[in-house]
């Protein structure tokens, strides 16, 4: 500080304003160059990836009417190209990214259908292009902020999530505690993040977590959003801390997560090697061991919705059953964020049959469907998963519910509007803010559930015994401790 005074005093012997402001612009744009650099190259086995090219997919959305053109459109998934972003479904809007190679053949199909189709995006690379521009200079501006918190502006990358973690515990050490479950494929940190206003009181917990699909964004962007309003407004929502705890897991899948923001947008699974050359990673909500591979899965390496080589093969699958495992007998509410699509959904995935408390599960959705509602959300669509969506085996729900016994599960598809995956940075805050108050009803209905019918809440599970390739049956490993950062 002296010495700035001193050459002041001397007239100019320090940089001008001028030149300090040219500076800040340089090394701003470098910064910007490096991070669209980051957004355009991968490390795999070593070798640099260039970004996957989009150019001239299409995204195409169509509504059939009968079941026969249900199937008709079915029956090109798993060509080449062809990707549903959401299923076909009777009476629904479906959404599919169509490569140019795979385009002429899905046309004809839709004609053959007597189907009509909306042109969502006509060149897909064009969009992520602006995307990334975007994300980019958002970052840019987050890095150049001192003190850059979660301002629900733009998507942060895994490293950004990781340290804001760290920071607010470091800030709120009577209120935060974070438990690393374990490192993923590539080595990543998974850390759960407790929140509590007493710690060690062994309350009855609530369980979030996000981004276990790499491609859906908008979810981690939300429950990010709900750690920092339960962690860091002392006030505000003492409510929803009051004797429950929360344990909220912001990116269930880190590997593919970065995969997305590094080379490959669209990327859905984990980022494991398979059998076969060039096939990476298992969907991580196909491998959980409750009915796994039975329905909805695929046992192709290089399908997105490839099961895995066995259940929890996927180490990230395998730390988050071990974390719920140890925790099963407080955490009474497990809620899973997916997108797009605007559902609540509860089990089960494998199969038509409803719980024996499927009303109990259904009106504590509505609950908090309301409540978003109230905050400015469009309604959302409530029902098992197989009923109300498409049927599923090996799904973290599921297991959660029927095997490690919490007896209120959830996945919850958040709004994708006309966007899918790539909601634009402009709605993360009101997306967040809505989810948000649907959390609160929900946590409001697991105390009224806790005081009509004691700490056991009510619960359906099915025996679904897990078998080691010797045929014993086997549970989970109950004895990892859990190292605070």
Not at 13 to 37: I, K
Not at 354 to 375: C, F, G, H, I, Y
Not at 439 to 449: D, Q, T
């Amino acid at each position: 500080m002296a010495m700035g005074t001193a050459s002041k005093a001397m007239g100019g012997a320090g940089p001008t304003d001028a030149a300090r402001r040219h500076a800040v612009v340089h090394a701003a744009l470098l910064g910007l160059a490096g991070l669209l650099l980051v957004l355009q190259h991968h490390q795999v086995d070593g070798q640099a990836v260039p970004a996957k090219s989009y150019s001239n997919f299409t995204v195409l959305r169509v509504s059939p009417a009968t079941q026969e053109q249900v199937t008709g459109l079915l029956s090109l998934d798993g060509r080449p190209g062809v990707d549903w972003w959401t299923p076909p479904r009777v009476g629904a809007p479906a959404d599919v990214m169509v490569s140019p190679e795979a385009r002429d053949a899905v046309l004809q199909q839709m004609n053959s259908l007597g189907l009509q189709w909306e042109v969502l995006h006509s060149d897909l690379q064009q969009h992520n292009g602006v995307v990334d521009r975007e994300l980019a200079a958002a970052q840019l501006a987050g890095r150049v902020a001192a003190d850059a918190y979660i301002d629900n502006k733009r998507y942060f990358l895994y490293d950004e999530i990781e340290d804001y973690i760290k920071r607010v515990a470091e800030n709120h050490p009577n209120r935060v505690k974070v438990h690393d479950i374990g490192r993923t494929f590539e080595g990543r940190r998974m850390l759960v993040v407790h929140v509590s206003n007493c710690p060690y009181c062994n309350y009855t917990a609530i369980w979030v977590d996000a981004g276990i699909h790499a491609r859906e964004w908008i979810a981690p962007a939300t429950a990010l959003f709900a750690l920092s309003q339960l962690a860091e407004n002392e006030t505000a929502h003492a409510d929803m801390r009051e004797q429950l705890d929360w344990y909220i897991l912001v990116v269930a899948n880190p590997d593919g997560y970065q995969f997305t923001h590094t080379t490959d947008r669209m990327w859905r699974k984990t980022r494991s090697t398979t059998s076969m050359p060039g096939c990476y990673g298992a969907d991580p909500n196909r491998n959980f061991d409750f009915h796994w591979n039975e329905v909805g899965a695929s046992k192709n390496p290089c399908s997105e919705t490839f099961a895995g080589r066995n259940a929890f093969s996927e180490i990230e699958a395998k730390n988050i059953r071990t974390f719920l495992w140890d925790n099963r007998l407080k955490i009474k509410l497990y809620i899973s964020y997916h997108s797009y699509g605007n559902f609540i959904l509860y089990p089960w995935g494998y199969t038509a049959e409803n719980p024996k408390d499927w009303q109990t599960l259904k009106s504590v959705a509505m609950k908090a469907n309301e409540a978003m509602v109230r905050a400015g959300s469009e309604p959302y669509t409530i029902g098992s998963s197989t009923q109300t969506l498409y049927a599923a085996a090996g799904g973290s729900d599921d297991w959660a519910k029927g095997f490690a016994g919490i007896p209120l599960s959830y996945t919850i598809e958040l709004p994708g509007y006309k966007f899918g995956f790539q909601l634009p940075t402009s709605y993360i805050d009101a997306v967040a803010r809505q989810s948000f108050e649907g959390l609160r009803a929900f946590a409001s209905e697991v105390k009224r559930l806790r005081a009509v019918n004691g700490p056991n809440l009510t619960v359906e599970t099915r025996a679904f015994p897990r078998r080691t390739q010797q045929g014993r049956a086997q549970a989970p490993p109950t004895t990892r401790a859990f190292g605070r950062l």
